[in-house]
């Protein structure tokens, strides 16, 4: 069973986007043949939000979306791009053709920006707790000088 993954997002984030994600979802399951997951940004936020080994997995992707969203997530991967009403109209279609798409093979720019940004997300994570850990020494500070005075 093939996979594939979607990102549906409307600027006001209240219909649409719901109706775009539950017509694929039942496109998918009427097809039988591809396991799908869709990502909703809507007014509430992002939920059920696509993971790292999730995209890597996936077959292709299929973003249904009048807003913008970050398509270099999913470098590397066959992409279907349409509109909100298209994906509410012709979901089985969107299937069928993100089916037929052949993942392109990753360069190796793609390969080195995976890393560099795997890199990043797990440096700026490092610096959180470091950030975090020192500004308590920053507050333990006056207490052991004033303890050290009397």
Same mark, same amino acid.
């Given at each position: 069973?093939?996979?594939?993954?979607?990102?549906?997002?409307?600027?006001?984030?209240?219909?649409?986007?719901?109706?775009?994600?539950?017509?694929?979802?039942?496109?998918?399951?009427?097809?039988?043949?591809?396991?799908?997951?869709?990502?909703?940004?809507?007014?509430?936020?992002?939920?059920?939000?696509?993971?790292?080994?999730?995209?890597?997995?996936?077959?292709?992707?299929?973003?249904?979306?009048?807003?913008?969203?970050?398509?270099?997530?999913?470098?590397?991967?066959?992409?279907?791009?349409?509109?909100?009403?298209?994906?509410? @109209?012709?979901?089985?279609?969107?299937?069928?053709?993100?089916?037929?798409?052949?993942?392109?093979?990753?360069?190796?720019?793609?390969?080195?920006?995976?890393?560099?940004?795997?890199?990043?997300?797990?440096?700026?994570?490092?610096?959180?707790?470091? @950030?975090?850990?020192?500004?308590?020494?920053?507050?333990?500070?006056?207490?052991?000088?004033?303890?050290?005075?009397?």
């Amino acid at each position: 069973m093939k996979k594939l993954l979607a990102v549906t997002a409307c600027p006001t984030g209240i219909a649409h986007t719901y109706m775009a994600a539950e017509a694929l979802q039942k496109a998918a399951k009427a097809k039988n043949v591809v396991d799908l997951k869709v990502e909703t940004r809507g007014s509430v936020g992002v939920e059920n939000e696509l993971t790292d080994k999730e995209i890597a997995e996936a077959h292709a992707i299929i973003i249904a979306a009048d807003t913008d969203v970050d398509e270099e997530r999913f470098a590397g991967k066959p992409v279907v791009q349409v509109s909100v009403a298209e994906a509410i @109209k012709n979901a089985e279609k969107l299937i069928d053709e993100a089916l037929r798409l052949d993942a392109p093979r990753p360069t190796s720019a793609d390969v080195v920006a995976q890393v560099e940004r795997e890199k990043a997300k797990r440096s700026q994570e490092r610096k959180g707790f470091y @950030k975090h850990l020192m500004n308590g020494v920053s507050f333990m500070i006056p207490l052991v000088v004033a303890v050290q005075t009397n």
